[in-house]
């Protein structure tokens, strides 16, 4: 094979590799560019080591860096050591902090997430209050499982129930709920970072189980209110002191015996008024199917008490901020004016169940007004009726219960002689 002298290179053109010296070549590109590259065997494998472009770098300066990498692996040296460490510490710094790849991942969940904004505003909130200060500047591969716990190990204030005293105890003890859905949050960040090859591993997963000491978790449910105490409760509502739209909101969720989100999310649209039908989208529900909700008077009533906002997609009780939907806290602060005072809006269906049992209801007409699945899978697939219209009947007389409309005597005009 010839060897090509430093006034030839000029000359070619061609791409190809065209041989220097022993084992250097000027490698001719494509497009016309040239470079020399050193062909060497390193622990018994080829390595092909850039020397530099020509005419940036002569052939002379080729050839003596040429002779400087063989003599350093005959000596048992490896010639690309520097730029092997250069293009390590290249990929180090590229690595993302904590802060960075939370907000890449957030992003990517919410576009799942059936109440985006809800959801986005409880993540960004609990990475705040505590695991942002704690990690958020440290890049994602330099965090381990002793830094995960002491984001949700971290002293946090709490009021002692029984002497009223502020105590500091760890968070995951304090607020293990929130701990919970944190750590949930940073493993969800932290296993996008092991797919993208940021990190070897998770240290909010598994590799966390054997620091996070055992807590013992008690299940208590939300206190729903007595259904007799109900029909007071919808008195007092018209007396409290916020918006019209949080008390209707509010009258109107105990009326459907739907969710916060079902109502607070609800749009003229879902409303048919001549049927008298509230058919909630699937992307709405909780279990991703459609749900028809039979509208009693009292309901109708409510939706007639702001009917002047109506407008096609609008919501129809809106939040604070136009556009915005209700918060929850809205219709919370709500029935604790009115006298609910430990009370949750959640626990509403609980009653409404509640009043079905103990007044005699059929079981499968409650469960399908809560939409909740009947039987199991195979029930499910061959029963799909809704019972509509008996449940209408079920929600007209849930409707007189909470209006204390219930065997109320009218009185009759006298007769004139």
């Known amino acids: 094979m010839k060897l090509y002298k ?7 053109k061609k791409r190809g590799l065209y041989r220097c010296a022993d084992g ?61 460490e250069a293009k390590r510490l290249a990929a180090e710094k590229s690595k993302p902090t904590f802060r960075q ?3 890449t991942v957030l992003a990517l969940e919410r576009a799942g997430w059936k109440h985006p904004d809800v959801q986005a505003k409880k993540w960004i909130s609990t990475m705040e209050a505590y695991a942002l200060p704690v990690i958020g500047n440290r890049r ?10 002491s984001v949700l190990g971290q002293l946090v204030e709490v009021t ?79 007396g409290t002191k916020y918006r019209c739209e949080a008390k209707a909101a509010f009258k109107f969720l105990v009326f459907t015996a739907a969710r916060s989100a079902e109502v607070t999310g609800a749009t003229w649209n879902e409303f048919d008024f001549e049927s ?14 459609e749900h028809q909700i039979p509208l009693s008077d009292g309901a109708m009533a409510v939706l007639e ?27 919370l602060r709500v029935l604790r004016d009115a006298g609910g005072t430990d009370a949750h809006v959640h626990g ?33 697939a061959y029963d799909r009726t809704t019972l509509l219209e008996r449940r209408r009947i079920l929600m007209a007389a849930w409707s007189d219960h909470v209006t204390g409309t219930v065997g109320k005597v009218v009185a009759l005009p006298a007769k004139t002689a």
């Not at 430093?6 to 070619?12: D, G, K, V």
């Not at 008298?276 to 199917?289: C, N, Y």
């Open 140 to 149: 994602i591969d330099d965090i381990d499982a002793t830094d995960v716990w």
């Open 24 to 84: 250097l070549y000027l490698r001719v590109a494509k497009g016309g560019s040239k470079q020399f590259v050193q062909r060497i065997k390193y622990h018994g494998q080829r390595v092909d080591i850039g020397l530099g472009g020509w005419p940036a770098t002569t052939l002379s300066e080729a050839k003596e860096a040429a002779i400087k990498n063989k003599a350093q692996v005959l000596a048992g040296g490896d010639p690309l050591a520097k730029r092997r």
């Open 101 to 103: 790849l939370n907000d």
């Open 160 to 238: 002692d129930p029984k002497t009223g005293e502020i105590q500091k105890v760890e968070l995951w003890k304090a607020k293990h709920p929130t701990a919970m859905k944190l750590r949930v949050r940073m493993a969800t960040i932290f296993r996008r970072a092991v797919a993208l090859k940021y990190c070897t591993d998770n240290p909010a997963g598994e590799a966390l189980d054997g620091i996070l000491p055992k807590i013992r978790v008690t299940t208590e449910h939300r206190r729903a209110l007595h259904w007799k105490e109900l029909p007071g409760i919808m008195d007092a509502v018209g």
């Open 305 to 331: 008490s702001v009917v002047s906002s109506r407008d096609g997609d609008a919501l129809v009780f809106p939040g604070r901020i136009p556009g915005r939907s209700m918060g929850d806290k809205a219709l």
């Open 6 to 12: 430093s006034s030839e290179l000029a000359a070619i």
């Open 348 to 380: 509403c269906r609980a009653t409404f169940k509640t009043w079905c049992g103990e007044t005699g209801k059929a079981r499968e007409l409650a469960e399908l007004s809560l939409a909740h699945k009947i039987g199991n899978a195979v029930e499910q």
């Open 276 to 289: 008298r039908t509230w058919t909630i989208p699937a992307e709405r529900m909780k279990a991703d199917q």
